[in-house]
């Protein structure tokens, strides 16, 4: 009897492992279905959720005690309602131009045209609106401190990102560049957040 009970609670462990891995299973397949029927959408959803996580650690890495939430939703909202975009139209785009072709010579020429249009235009945005909206700053200071700002950052952003650029272009199919990009970005995000707390605090 003793055994049977054991062998029976040793089932249940094993019958709730399953559980949990068949119920992620799940809920990759219907994210997955989500991306195919509602792409723009379930791309603005995953890049806000994901600017949202990549805010959270800034936010804590840069010693504050408590989450600042009306930063956060700022964050979060640029990621949802420009990040999820742009991209969803740019990889588009980039793949209709170029008739979706994968050889070395069409990934290089995505790669250099993205890096010399996309680049500087989501750098500068992004250190307006952080300026502007999410620090309320005075636009003419926001812009003093851009001029300031934006030739490192995008040097930065030239030593990083073609590398990202080249690994979506060559190895994710079109549905996950979006998502992939965005992912990326949570992690750049964090070094950009940190990176503007410092400058704000240097100059306060």
């Known amino acids: ?28 397949r219907q994210y997955l279905l989500q991306l195919q029927q509602h792409p723009l959408r379930t791309k603005m959803i995953t890049a806000g959720c994901l600017a949202g996580v990549s805010d959270s ?21 640029f990621g949802f309602a420009y990040g999820g975009p742009f991209g969803h139209f740019l990889y588009k785009f980039l793949d209709y131009i170029f008739q ?45 401190r851009v001029k300031k700002q934006y030739p490192s950052v995008q040097l930065s952003a030239w030593m990083f990102w073609p590398i990202v650029g ?21 992690c750049w995000g964090i070094f950009m957040n940190l990176r503007a707390r410092a400058m704000s605090l240097k100059q306060a």
């Open 1 to 28: 009897m003793a055994s049977a009970g054991g062998a029976g609670r040793e089932g249940g462990k094993g019958d709730g492992g399953k559980g949990d891995e068949s119920l992620a299973r799940r809920a990759w």
């Open 100 to 144: 979706g072709k994968k050889d070395t010579k069409t990934i290089a020429k995505k790669v250099f045209l993205e890096q010399v249009t996309s680049s500087p235009w989501n750098n500068i945005l992004f250190l307006f609106y952080y300026g502007y909206v999410v620090e309320r700053r005075p636009l003419k200071e926001v812009t003093t």
């Open 57 to 77: 650690v800034a936010q804590k890495l840069s010693g504050y005690q408590k989450i600042e939430k009306r930063r956060l939703l700022l964050k979060m909202l």
């Open 166 to 186: 080249w690994i979506n272009q060559q190895y994710m199919p079109l549905q996950f560049r979006v998502i992939f990009q965005s992912f990326v970005a949570c």
